[in-house]
């Protein structure tokens, strides 16, 4: 009925449809730019020094990353998701004490957003 050539270039080409479709699917359901916007907010109510919206941004940004956090980790669990995921308790920690080294970890986290919150994201 077929030959095994043939077979094969179906194989192929159910497997790079399958691909396709499930980084869409990452894509779609990973939270990258919401996060980001979060932190950018963070940041710059810690800038102005305004504790309390920083404290709002960060209990909304733990909301987003506590509900999605099983879906980033089943797509990346690597060492940058366990670096990641301790830097933003550290964060946490940073804004509740009104400490400025809040800032520094914004930053780690925006340095390291790429690598952890992205489809089939890199080592």
Do not use: C
């Not at 869409?24 to 359901?29: L, R, T």
């Not at 979060?38 to 920083?54: F, G, R, T």
């Not at 930053?107 to 690598?115: A, F, N």
């Amino acid at each position: 009925m077929f030959n095994r050539k043939h077979i094969r270039g179906i194989v192929a080409f159910v497997w790079l449809i399958a691909f396709i479709g499930l980084w869409a699917i990452f894509y779609k359901i990973l939270p990258k730019n919401d996060i980001e916007i979060k932190l950018q907010q963070i940041e710059h109510s810690i800038s102005n020094d305004n504790w309390q919206e920083a404290k709002k941004g960060m209990k909304e940004l733990k909301e987003i990353y506590i509900e999605k956090r099983p879906i980033i980790q089943m797509n990346n669990a690597t060492e940058a998701f366990i670096n990641f995921d301790y830097i933003f308790g550290q964060l946490d920690y940073a804004v509740q004490q009104e400490s400025k080294t809040a800032l520094e970890y914004i930053g780690s986290l925006k340095y390291s957003i790429d690598y952890v919150i992205r489809p089939f994201s890199g080592p």
